[in-house]
């Protein structure tokens, strides 16, 4: 049998979060049995410093923590690494200057697919954490395959922003659900003909079935992604730099 690559989840930005990707990870594999899965190794530190606190107030800098978990995955075998949290990925270029194994780029992947899903000069709408469209990897990524990004308005964000909050603390009901629900209308309302969930808690609670676009779940297509690679059919090496930090 072909050699499967190991994926490292560089995790616990939040647990849920990570649990999250680690069971669309499952999910996106073809499998009968357990021998047909594959090998993940996943090292979750929510000792982590707030990512969007270090972007927009000075908060303490998360590179030496992610370095650390990067050089983990790295020491335990993973021949890449995939990282659920959106935000985390400002910081990432840094970490990957220190390590030898790729870092595949949950933006990157989910602007392909917005891409391949929407026709060009699209309206997407983001939601996301204050840090990450404050970073604008979105945005760019978005504009560089000719889609243009809308965002909330403060009252919007501040929903966005209570909703990941109440899910990094547990909530996950209907209440949470509808605080990013009104924002992701809110969008559509403005324009949008996609909405991405650029905030890993989001896929946790957002009502899909319940907005008239589609909605990309930044999770589940870094999921799919990795797991494409992993079992060999989209190789790393073919990929240079479009999907890699």
């Known amino acids: 049998m072909t050699r499967r690559s190991i994926i490292g989840i560089l995790g616990g930005m939040g647990p849920l979060a990570t649990v999250d990707l680690y069971r669309k990870i499952i999910e996106a594999t073809p499998a009968e ?28 800098d998360p590179t030496p923590w992610l370095l650390a978990g990067a050089q983990r995955l790295e020491r335990a075998g993973a021949d890449f690494i995939v990282v659920p949290c959106n935000t985390a990925h400002a910081f990432l270029p840094r970490v990957r200057a220190s390590i030898s194994i790729p870092i595949l ?6 602007a392909e697919r917005a891409a391949e899903l929407v ?6 709408g983001l939601l996301a954490t204050a840090g990450t469209i404050a970073s604008r990897l979105y945005q760019q990524a978005l504009e560089e395959r000719g889609l243009r990004c809308i965002v909330p308005d403060t009252q ?11 899910v990094k603390a547990g909530r996950t009901d209907r209440e949470v659900a509808s605080l990013v629900l009104e ?26 079935s319940e907005v ?23 190789p790393l090496a073919e990929l240079a730099s479009p999907l890699l930090v």
């Open 33 to 60: 049995r357990d021998q047909d899965h594959l090998h993940v190794i996943i090292d979750a530190d929510p000792s982590i410093p707030d990512r969007t606190a270090a972007l927009l107030t000075g908060g303490p």
């Open 212 to 234: 008239s676009v589609p909605v990309l779940d930044a999770t589940r297509i870094l999921a799919e992604t990795a797991v494409r690679i992993a079992r060999g059919e989209r």
């Open 105 to 110: 780029s949950m933006i990157a992947a989910t």
């Open 183 to 208: 924002a992701g209308r809110q969008l559509i309302a403005q324009g949008a003909t996609a909405l991405i969930l650029g905030c890993t808690e989001l896929p946790i609670v957002f009502p899909l």
């Open 156 to 166: 919007g964000q501040e929903r966005v922003t209570e909703a990941i909050a109440l």
């Open 119 to 124: 026709a060009i000069e699209s309206v997407v």
